[in-house]
């Protein structure tokens, strides 16, 4: 009685083992086409998720690279494109992008306020 449960727990353990490495391999075929589209490092685990999400565990090759292809045409930052940059600001950083002043020196520090108390006549003109 123990040789026949010791048998059986064998024969579970290939099934789980045998399970495992089919996984493995699965996996391995589908990381191998998304290296070949040309992700990598950090891309290429979020490209796999992805791919794994979207076929079925038993797919063949040419379904597997179809899915890929497809993967990549709506993912292309995951294949190494850059993605979309926002535009840069202007460069006088005007928020409106109105160009600031050109051609003339810029004023004095507290030249502002020495005009205003000229104007009000609290300082004589020179």
């Known amino acids: ?30 990381r191998g ?5 040309g992700s990598a490092g950090p891309e290429l685990e979020d490209a796999a998720v992805l791919l ?11 379904t597997l690279a179809q899915a890929a292809e497809d993967l990549k045409q709506r993912r292309p930052e995951l294949f190494g494109a850059q993605a979309p940059q926002p535009p840069v600001a202007p460069p006088s950083g005007s928020p409106s992008n109105v160009p600031g002043r050109s051609g003339s020196t810029p004023p004095r520090l507290g030249q502002f306020g020495l005009d205003i108390a000229r104007r009000r006549g609290h300082l004589k003109s020179s």
């Open 1 to 30: 009685m123990f040789q026949e449960q010791a048998a059986v727990q064998r024969e579970r353990q290939a099934k789980e083992r045998e399970a495992a490495a089919t996984a493995r391999e699965r996996d391995a075929a589908r």
């Open 33 to 37: 086409i998304l290296v070949g589209l």
């Open 52 to 62: 794994a999400r979207q076929i079925e565990p038993d797919a063949d090759e040419a």
